[in-house]
DNA sequence: CTAGCTTTGTGAAGTATTTCACAAGCGCCC
DNA sequence: GGGCGCTTGTGAAATACTTCACAAAGCTAG
């Protein structure tokens, strides 16, 4: 979060930022903002606050983000088609490589620029690149299956857009969105009147 | 999450479930599933476990998922068209009721079952509904205006895809899903091999 | 070069959350 | 009905996270 705040500090031509600025555009506190950083090193100057450029820089190193990223979208579903042409992906240089269903109806056919795929070219098609993470946009039911198998294939990062918990091995990162789950959050809010200020 | 495990044990006609096996479901402790079900009240009986069929109503209840909740989606654009129809939402018990946008190329035009309507219509719209969740799917640029909008409206509770951080009056429950976010932070954990196993 | 204003980085204090561990309750069997 | 095995509910202990508060810098101006 603090990155993409920086980074619109950058282009807006901002050179400093301190910590109770940031604080504020992040709705946090600025003893928060410094420990967070400090975590990672002493990246401000007294007195003036952060450097915006070389901090961006900085917290893209840190995240990995110098490398390029490639994404597969598993599931040519409604969400699958829609994920696969969301600009906002490309935006933030992560580049979708290729969408795969296995449902003879859908392959072949082609969405927005990506031509869908048959699941069974995944496993080939993800060996001969290197980082990828793989988006999984699938019915519940077949989620652990499909999710075993890309993992099989040699995946490490999966992002899960299935209402499903699905397990993986230690060594391969998972993060589920859960739609559904997110409304009935707002639902116990609502009725309890929490007004809860969720996260990013 | 609780709820959606013992949905499942119940339609599988299983009557009593320890915290033991919840916590093993979930992912997580037993302790801490009976420290969290405890701050809503005594559900359990001790020797047996807690029984599935009325601790999954009782959660119904404390999540206020009785009452029927209807959604607007905002943004007729890809997302908005793959929310529109995502069965995930019915599934779950809540109910698309529109589907709006400003774009006079859109309006009208029917996305699976819904007909897309202008959004200077949503205000009346929402007034005469009531329980009505609003999900966000358009471009940041417009998302703080938009929502300013539907808040004046009456909407008390927003889920924002747009990945924009936006603000909104302490009595509107906010949740946002920022997707490329969540990519990042894949990265971040394969960079720095965290196996970060993210949270429902 | 010093005084004064600003803002970081960070131990220490203060909260919050999670885990431990065990008494108390329940069901079953004899 | 009493003993036994199991599992909850919950204070207390342990751990994690956030906030406080202040010394150590940096910048500016005179």
Redesign the pocket.
């Known amino acids: 979060m603090y990155l993409r705040y920086l980074e619109e500090l950058d282009t807006s031509g901002q050179n400093t930022a ?3 600025e940031l604080a504020e555009l992040c709705h ?5 903002v ?2 967070d ?2 975590f990672f090193g ?9 450097p915006v450029h070389e901090l961006t820089a900085h917290l893209r190193e840190i995240l990995g983000l110098e490398r390029e990223w490639k994404i597969v979208i598993v599931g040519a579903g409604k969400i699958g088609a829609a994920l696969a042409n969301y600009d906002g992906f490309r935006q933030r240089g992560f580049q979708v490589i290729g969408v795969y269903d296995n449902s003879p109806s859908k392959i072949g056919h082609s969405w927005g620029e990506a031509v869908v795929r048959d699941m069974a070219q995944l496993d080939a098609d993800v060996r001969a690149e290197d980082s990828v993470i793989a988006v999984i946009a699938i019915p519940s039911d077949d989620a652990q299956n499909v999710v075993d198998r890309i993992v099989a294939a040699g995946i490490r990062a999966i992002l899960n857009f299935a209402p499903a918990q699905v397990t993986v091995p230690p060594n391969v990162s998972l993060k589920s969105v859960n739609m559904a789950m997110e409304l009935e959050g707002l639902s116990f809010a609502l009725t309890n009147n929490f007004s809860d200020r969720g996260a990013a």
């Open positions: 301190s910590s109770d946090t506190t600025p003893a928060q410094r420990k950083l400090s002493s990246f401000g100057k007294r007195g003036l606050g952060y």
